[in-house]
DNA sequence: TATAAAAATAGACGACGTACAATTGGCTCA
DNA sequence: TGAGCCAATTGTACGTCGTCTATTTTTATA
């Protein structure tokens, strides 16, 4: 993988620096209005940009802030992967893999839960590009690299057990966000617990 | 609990005849042009009831299918209970349970995809009350009853691994949306094997 | 019967997202 | 270099969801 996929053509670069300017309006004003507070048009103007190309960019709202969280990960994730290979398991690599999104996320709390209804309304259409939010490639990766080291089971592709994966994240997510008390480790822990072991005896 | 669950007092009786004919005059239009051909004043107009009425009763479109479902359910679930018990273990139990929510998720299948975005988008806010669609109390009985019987791990609490368990199965369900030649059955017995026995080797 | 509480009404309103026709700017090929 | 094609952009009107409010009707209670 290239590791600074610039665009080639001219248009494109054009094309991914608007984009780039009008998210980054956009969430000035979120962090000095708050997210619900921020109206499209608002946006639009403030980034002196036509409603319609506000929308052809970011065809909802959410995507605006599916965008940042997209490159932040996407800045993070090298520095991350590479702590990641030292681990002997497949499991604590997952681990702390979930922890360090953790951290991302807890900065990130006030506009997790829209991010989330987002990404659980997508699935509904058809299979967006580069599979989901990249997340469930880097997932499906992880637990290859298991069922090819025999620490994971094949009886499920890698895609499924992702998917379930995806899933069980971003209900610890959800339920976290609605539990005051609850610390996001632990609660990464028990899902873990349940995907990896399951709850028969 | 109460057989039939009658509202003691006038006024709540008559407000659940509103909420009933203004649901199946929806649902009669629904059937007839479509779920997202059909506008909210239009239902409005239809019932003969204020818009404001409407959404008294149903503060978002989507909650006239989750009512329609959940009603669905309550007359359905005595019977299915019933042959449940008859069963030994609380895995066959838990199965056969989806099975039969999977038949009448087959019947509903264009409805499906609203009433599974409004049941991810409500954890957001705060705990509904009845806990949810209903399903997780099940679930949740159903879990317990299993651990009584050593069948299911006590470190979680039920009502964790039944909100990990509804979560898994409307992803279940939603990859059987999108995927045109999968068999709903098949997709519930991978979630439950996952579910049951985890995916570590 | 008088009064308080809940529900229904009508309609205006703000915001999201779509549609469309017209314009601008970048790309391709001779 | 210039003609022409295609994508991005613009401006604006529109439909729909969901909120809000002031007013009236219905139900419960003293």
Known sequence: MPPEPVPPTRRL???????????????????????????????????????????????????????????????????????????????????????????????MRNYLPHYIRHRLSLPVGSTPPEGGSGLDRIYAEMLAEGQRGGEITTRHTAQQLAAALHFLHLSTLLRWLATPGLELQDALDDMLDLFFNGCAL
Chains 1, 2 share one sequence.
């Open 13 to 107: 670069r054009k094309r991914q620096r608007t984009a780039d300017h009008v998210v980054n309006v956009a969430y000035a004003l979120f962090e000095e209005l708050g997210y619900e507070a921020v109206t499209m048009e608002q946006i639009a103007s403030a980034a002196d940009v036509a409603k319609g190309t506000l929308y052809n960019h970011f065809p909802v709202k959410e995507a605006l802030i599916a965008y940042r969280m997209q490159t932040d990960l996407a800045t993070r994730l090298p520095t991350l992967l590479a702590g990641l290979s030292a681990l002997p398991t497949c499991q604590q690599r997952l681990r702390t893999f979930l922890y360090a999104t953790g951290d991302y996320a807890l900065e």
